[in-house]
Every structure is written in C-alpha cells, then in structure tokens.
C-alpha cells in the first residue's frame, strides 16, 4: 500500500471513536514518528510505496488504537514545549495544559540565572526538563515515588541533554522532607481528578494512563496540594513562588488553603479553553 493508503486505513478504523479531525491527528503524529520525516517532507512521498516493513507496523499500531491505547504509548513518543519525551504505561502522558503552566512560568522567570527549582511528581519529567532547558544556567530537582516514572524521567533527562537531578520521594511521607535545602520555585501538577469526575473521562486515559497520577477522593481533592503547600512554605526562599496546575472546580477552595498556609498573592490563570487552571502564590518576602 502507498502511505496515503494507510493514512486512509488508519482514519477510517479509529473514526467512529475519535471522530475525522482527531482521527487525523492521531494519524499525523503516528506517521511523524514512525517515519522521522517532518510533515512539510512527508507530503512530497504521500503517494509512494511505504513498504513492507512500514506497513506492517501501522497494522500493529491499529490494532493497538482501535482498543484506546493512546497514540504517545504506542509510538513511545510524546511532545512538550517542542522537546522530544519517552513515554510508555506507568507514565501521564503530558499534557498541553501543562504546557501553558511551563510557559508562564518562563515569561515570568527568563530573566533570571541559576533559578534552584523543584518539580513534585515529574512524572516523565516533563515540566521539569523543559524548565531545565528553557531557563538560563537553571537548577532543577525532580522527584517522584512511581519507579516507572523515575525510570523514565532519567531516561528523558539523557534524551534532552539536560541537567536535572531526579529523586524517589513520597511528599506525603513529611519525615523525607528534611533532606530537602531551599528552592526559588516549586513547580507541581499533582493528581486533582476527583474520582467522581471518571463518568466524564474517555477509555483511553482510564483503562491506560496512572490511576495514581490523576485521581484523588473526593472526599479529600487537596490531599496533594496541602502537603506540598506544608512542604513549599517550608523550603521556599523569601519571595520565592509556588506553582499548581489545577482542577478547573476547585481554584477557589486551593487559594483559601494557600493563604491560610502563609503565602500571598494567590493568582489563578485561565488556560486556552478559558478554564482556571494554573494558580500561583508567592512566600512572604519577609520569611
């Protein structure tokens, strides 16, 4: 079969899950990464013969696909912030809400040198990797507990090049906190899915991605962002900033923990979808 006979083949299988525009996209990037070739190149040998070999890993994909194992675990392969990560099960695959949260906060800090920066729950160590690269001369700690996770984000830290220190730490386990120093930024998308919140999520994150990684009870959403709020006001520097993606529903509930913690200038930001999902807070400069 030519390539665009298997662009064909693929869209029409995952078409009555993903719908035409996403089951084209999901198309795109599969065949970006199984060819190396950007798209700009590829569409200069749409009509050639892709091969035997070719042909028959984009079989193998769709039989992965049509049963919603996402598109980034079956290719391995994950973009964020224009840097390349691996990613498998066992990791979040990273998100572009997240994304938003990186970008904000290298607007805010690209002026600055040297900035000691922790990432809580790296996961593949995307945010802090990306901050790594994206900040001047930048000093970056990235901890998590999952040994998938830890395994990866090492993996990502020699992919990219870049120079963060990784470490296994539970941050609801308060007697590991004292081998931390101080930090300017502490940086965290920690789970915030009520578990509630299932019943509006599709197949292919719930059958595939971490529960561990997006999910908490409802009756206790904050449990992650107290203890790191706890930890933060703790470890942060005089002035320093704490960062949270977070759940669109409990922006208010967050900020009302985090003044009550001590900190000041509680701010939350819109992302793309205009949703309030970012929310800075800062240490008291007097601390």
């Known amino acids: 079969m030519t390539y665009s006979e298997l662009e064909s083949r693929v869209i029409e299988s995952l078409i009555s899950q993903y719908g035409k525009a996403e089951s084209r996209s ?11 070739i950007e798209p700009s190149a590829y569409l200069l040998i749409r009509q050639n013969e892709a091969g035997e070999v070719f042909e ?12 919603c194992v996402p598109v980034q675990y079956v290719t391995g392969v994950s973009w964020f912030c224009g840097f390349k990560f691996e990613v498998r099960p066992g990791v979040l695959i990273p998100r572009p809400e997240t994304e938003e949260l990186v970008t904000k906060i290298v607007q805010k800090y690209s002026h600055r040198q040297g900035l000691k920066t922790l990432d809580i729950g790296t996961g593949s ?3 802090a990797i990306s901050l ?18 830890l395994e990866i984000a090492m993996k990502n830290v020699a992919l990219c090049k870049s120079g963060v220190s990784v470490f296994e730490t539970d941050i ?33 994150v719930l059958d595939y991605e971490p529960e561990t990684a997006l999910f908490v009870s409802d009756e206790d959403p904050l449990l992650f962002y107290r203890a790191i709020a706890e930890f933060a006001f ?21 900020s009302v923990l985090l003044n009550g913690a001590g900190f000041e200038k509680v701010q939350i930001y819109p992302d793309f979808n205009n949703k309030p999902r970012m929310l800075s807070a800062s240490q008291p400069a007097n601390s």
């Open 132 to 149: 790594d690269l994206m900040l001047k001369q930048a000093e970056v700690t990235a901890i998590d507990i999952s040994p998938v996770a």
């Open 234 to 254: 703790r470890h942060l520097e005089a002035g320093g900033e704490l960062w949270f993606e977070i759940n669109e529903s409990e922006g208010t509930d967050i």
């Open 26 to 36: 999901i198309q795109r990037f599969l065949f970006e990464c199984f060819t190396g």
């Open 56 to 67: 028959e890993r984009v079989l193998h994909a769709i039989s992965q696909l049509v049963e």
């Open 125 to 127: 160590g995307a945010i």
């Open 172 to 204: 609801l386990n308060r007697s590991a906190w004292d081998r931390f120093g101080k930090f300017d930024l502490i940086v965290s998308n920690p789970p915030y899915v009520k578990m509630s919140e299932k019943s509006l999520m599709r197949r292919n």
